[in-house]
């Protein structure tokens, strides 16, 4: 029994603390995890200045304890998946730039992986290449590039490349695909029921193209796959080991996405599942529950190899793969380098400018600036992958406002009441041009109820568009109309561009 093993146990674990403050508390569970790494959420993140400043704090707590530089990681997709405040920049969606060029789809991702090293995150839980082959699945959609295996697995390796040209490590996830669901795992336990010819044939292709170009790591999906095991994929050691390592002959580190998540931590608990993660074949366990939660995994694991159910050789092996990607990418070294935020910022847009389409692949239609205009969008509640610190119907509103001055534009919230509705009825009523925003009314079906009551009310020669600001499956929702736009997500730079393109620009 290695008489270091909390030490080798902690490099198991990615260290999960809430707010922008790494506090005492926080720091003597850290001490006592030991852990290889820190994930970064939201609620952790306020200013590009203090990102860098904790970075470095955790980089000295790290060096203070004797442990090896830690990976500091996030999920920073792009679109509606972003850990960055809103003094950084946040790139269009994968489905946004999935059929772009090459070089385009690279230059995205060096935008973000900059931003990333600048304050000290050397790892990005991204791309993602599920291939998004359910329009009702109500997780990924637009975090897909797209929705079959050629456009996931180009555009998934020119992203993992670009990352890799700033230094940083691309994690991709989730295998072994996440796009033909219809339940979150967030809140329950998703099934595929496909066979293992489709596997290989559809979820399975993005993964065996990333790990011949080389990805350094691939995240675990909580998702059943009943023609491989009955337990979920990051439980499996028939998916993990026998199909991703001997199979596949993936090589790098293996994450699993947040136990915390339902999907898991309702059916196992947190003791079970990290046994069970670890023996299915996990690297590195992530979860999103406060640092009391990780020191009960943590002791948990300690426990299981000290009582000979898991094997010791597991930590090793897995802080031998962690060792070797900290020499590979100079793990320690990142940090404070100067970025020129704004320059990236209109980089940022005049690519997400590429990324809007219409339903006839023609142009958008110019959108008068009179007051005949009126735009209506609706707001909706946020998902659990989304901090909405950027307020993004204000986004909009101020970027029409920016671009069409005259123009009339109301925000309908995510319940919208009969004076809201009114006001909107009114507004169109006396337009010429109607637009009208929505976000996932397919799954959010009263905005297509009321999208449609709006749009009864204006006169028969008016022009009607669509914008779909999520994902481009409301198309049609709205009855007929004269042109559906399509932005594929509504980061602030995606909003801005849509406002561009109605302008005319």
């Not at 675990?220 to 080991?241: E, Q």
């Amino acid at each position: 029994m290695p008489h270091h093993l909390p030490s080798l146990v902690g490099q198991s674990i990615m260290f999960r603390f809430m707010g922008p403050t790494f506090t005492e508390a926080d720091r003597d569970i850290f001490n006592r995890i030991r852990p290889g790494g820190v994930l970064y959420f939201g609620d952790n993140l306020t200013s590009f200045t203090q990102i860098q400043e904790l970075s470095a704090q955790l980089q000295e707590a790290a060096r203070e304890e004797g442990l090896p530089p830690l990976f500091i990681a996030a999920d920073q997709e792009g679109g509606i998946v972003t850990r960055f405040p809103v003094d950084m920049v946040t790139v269009a969606s994968a489905m946004a730039v999935g059929p772009l060029p090459d070089e385009i789809i690279r230059a995205n991702a060096r935008i973000t992986a900059r931003q990333l090293l600048a304050v000290g995150i050397n790892m990005n839980f991204a791309p993602t290449i599920d291939i998004n082959s359910n329009p009702l699945n109500p997780v990924i959609r637009t975090r897909s590039f797209g929705e079959n295996a050629e456009i996931v697995s180009r555009a998934g390796i020119v992203t993992m490349q670009g990352f890799l040209d700033e230094g940083v490590i691309p994690t991709v996830k989730h295998f072994p695909g996440h796009g033909n669901t219809h339940i979150d795992s967030h809140h329950g336990l998703p099934e595929i029921d496909a066979s293992l010819e489709e596997l290989h044939a559809v979820e399975l292709a993005p993964f065996k193209a990333a790990i011949a170009a080389g990805v350094p790591g691939v995240m675990s999906a909580h998702i059943r796959f009943p023609v491989l095991d009955d337990l979920p994929a990051t439980l499996s050691k028939r998916i993990l080991t026998e199909l991703l390592r001997e199979e596949l002959g993936f090589e790098g580190v293996i994450y699993t996405d947040s136990m915390t998540m339902d999907a898991i931590a309702r059916g196992w608990g947190i003791g079970e599942a990290s046994i069970l993660a670890k023996e299915a074949g996990v690297d590195v366990l992530e979860s999103s529950e406060a640092p009391q939660g990780l020191a009960e995994r943590h002791a948990a694991l300690v426990a299981a190899v000290e009582s000979g159910r898991l094997n010791a050789h597991l930590f090793e092996t897995t802080a031998a793969r962690l060792g070797a990607l900290r020499r590979r990418f100079r793990i320690g070294d990142e940090g404070g380098a100067s970025v020129d935020l704004p320059a990236l910022r209109n980089d940022a847009i005049q690519i997400a400018r590429k990324t809007i389409r219409t339903a006839s692949d023609g142009a958008v239609p110019h959108v008068p600036d009179t007051a005949s205009t009126a735009v209506i969008q609706f707001a909706r509640l946020r998902n659990l992958e989304i901090v909405d610190r950027f307020d993004l119907p204000t986004v909009l509103v101020d970027a029409i406002h920016e671009q069409l001055p005259a123009a009339t534009i109301i925000t309908l919230s995510s319940e919208p009441t009969d004076d809201e509705i009114g006001q909107a009825i009114a507004a169109v009523g006396d337009a010429e041009t109607a637009v009208i925003c929505t976000r996932d009314a397919i799954q959010h079906t009263y905005q297509a109820e009321i999208g449609r009551r709006i749009l009864d009310a204006a006169h028969p020669g008016a022009t009607k568009i669509h914008v779909n600001l999520r994902g481009p499956y409301d198309i049609g929702l709205l009855g007929d109309v004269d042109e559906t736009i399509f932005t594929f997500g509504d980061a602030v730079v995606s909003l801005r561009a849509l406002a561009m393109a109605l302008s005319g620009q």
